[in-house]
């Protein structure tokens, strides 16, 4: 077969960073394509990127052109799938491949209430380690004052101490290092784009391939970098040192969940919460602080995972604030093991369509599919990403490309003022630069105010 030009066989970190396809989840730096002194090191706008020496950096590789999960080299998410779950009883365009989906939520109050959706996610992997379908099970869980990173939990404890979801950069170096030199069965939590890089890894690395046994994803709107809890932090007035505890999302039942709230603990003991719609970078989809190499990105729901996990955002769920998961599960084993549950009443799941799993992400899926056809088509530097969508900017409103357009201006320039307002010690420059384009961005997207009324007497929404 005559190699596709346009797909480059060699790749190297350097050149996927400045293409602005780094993720920085680590498959680089700890994976097969790894050097001996490289690592992973969260850079000046607060993102984990690759780092070592320059003739690691700038070395084109076949080995991480089939590893990077944003290479355009490597196997799809399709792919991967149909290697994983040759047979599925389903298959949508929106989720991939499946068994069954469902929409609910743990029996188990305590759990539930210290999970940040329905506490599925730390059900799923206290039940693997206690039915001795594996033994560590690697997620995300709290370091030191503002910080979030992958460990491995050996036991139900820890796995309940890593609950709750951290919109912070992680990277997978560490427990990729781990998990070669500990041997076990290892189930690991994380984001789409990691899941498909663990089974890249996997495919190219047999000791990967035979401790990871299971895979548990996390549907993802987008990855933020460091700087958003920092951003939240200012706009609570506290300082990142003074801070014992933050958690992203704060649950209260008598709001609905979709009412994010923002909680600290400070070093003395005071706590303080604050709405996520009265912070200037909080309105998720604007796209404050998303990592580039998102915009390149068309799996929602973690296709490659063995059960994948969200937040229920239609109604009647979302108005519960107790929080409730729509469940994607692809595994036969997993299948089993939650279809066992529902029937002992540990877990509260009744079967949900996958037109209505589709429709709880609704937003996040427009943003990867219509939104990421639009954006293939702008001229872009470095490697081209080769997705499952194909470009297509025609039949789309004027105004929807003016939102696509807004929010890569809002996710390249809240890096840079931050980064500028960081320095400088003048927040007030990020501030207001982020209430400014807030007000145009809501204007576009929602006709909020007399700048949206504006806007749809000169481009109405469908137009
Ligand atoms: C960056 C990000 C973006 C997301 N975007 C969406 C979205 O657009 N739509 C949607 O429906 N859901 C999204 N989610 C998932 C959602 O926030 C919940 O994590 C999910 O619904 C599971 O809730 P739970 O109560 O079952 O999990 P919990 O019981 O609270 O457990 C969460 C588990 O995930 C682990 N974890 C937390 N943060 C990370 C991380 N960054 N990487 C890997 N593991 C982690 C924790 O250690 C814990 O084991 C996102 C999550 C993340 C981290």
């Not at 990277?171 to 076990?184: C, D, Q, T, Y």
């Amino acid at each position: 077969m005559t190699p596709d030009p346009d797909i480059p066989e060699r790749v190297s970190p350097r050149e996927m960073i400045e293409s602005d396809l780094c993720i920085g989840c680590g498959a680089c730096a700890a994976g097969p394509a790894r050097a001996v002194s490289s690592r992973m090191r969260l850079d000046r706008l607060g993102q984990y990127k690759p780092d070592g020496p320059a003739s690691w950096l700038n070395a084109p590789t076949r080995l991480l052109a089939k590893t990077c999960p944003f290479s355009p080299a490597a196997a799809n998410e399709d792919d991967i799938a149909a290697a994983r779950f040759p047979h599925a009883l389903g298959w949508d365009p929106a989720l991939g491949r499946f068994e069954a989906t469902y929409v609910g939520a743990v029996a188990d109050q305590t759990l539930r209430a210290s999970g940040s959706s329905g506490g599925l996610v730390t059900w799923t992997a206290i039940e693997l380690l206690e039915r001795g379908l594996v033994d560590a099970v690697a997620h995300v869980g709290p370091t030191a004052g503002l910080g979030f990173g992958y460990r491995i939990s050996r036991s139900p404890d820890e796995v309940r101490a890593g609950a709750k979801s951290r919109y912070y950069p992680v990277e997978l170096s560490g427990v990729l290092n781990e998990i070669r030199a500990r041997r076990g069965r290892y189930a690991v939590v994380g984001v789409p784009c990691f899941i498909k890089a663990l089974h890249l890894l996997r495919a190219a690395e047999p000791v990967l391939a035979e401790r990871i046994v299971l895979t548990l994803g996390l549907f993802c709107g987008h990855s933020k970098s460091a700087r958003m809890a920092e951003s939240f932090t200012w706009q609570m007035d506290a300082r990142a040192d003074d801070i014992e505890v933050f958690d992203y999302r704060l649950k209260d039942p008598a709001r609905p969940a979709n009412w994010y709230a923002a909680g600290l603990t400070l070093t003395t003991g005071e706590r303080r919460r604050k709405d996520w719609w009265r912070m200037v970078d909080g309105d998720w989809g604007a796209g404050f602080f998303q990592n580039a190499a998102c915009d390149a990105c068309d799996d929602v729901v973690a296709e490659t995972a063995d059960i994948a996990f969200g937040d229920a955002w239609i109604e009647p769920y979302a108005s519960d604030g107790r929080g409730t998961n729509v469940v994607i599960v692809r595994s036969p084993v997993v299948a089993s093991l939650i279809q066992e549950a529902i029937e002992q009443g540990r877990l509260v799941l009744e079967p949900l369509t996958p037109e209505r799993v589709a429709e709880s992400q609704a937003a996040g899926l427009r943003h990867r599919r219509e939104g990421l056809a639009y954006r293939l088509t702008w001229p872009r530097r470095g490697i081209r990403p080769r997705k499952r969508v194909p470009p297509r900017a025609e039949g789309l409103p004027t105004r929807r490309k003016l939102v696509y357009r807004l929010r890569a201006h809002i996710r390249r320039w809240s890096h840079r003022l931050f980064w500028i307002a960081r320095v400088t010690r003048l927040r007030w420059l990020y501030i207001l630069w982020a209430q400014a384009i807030l007000g145009l961005y809501q204007a576009l997207t929602y006709s909020r105010g007399p700048l949206g009324r504006l806007a749809d007497r000169l481009v109405p929404q469908s137009r």
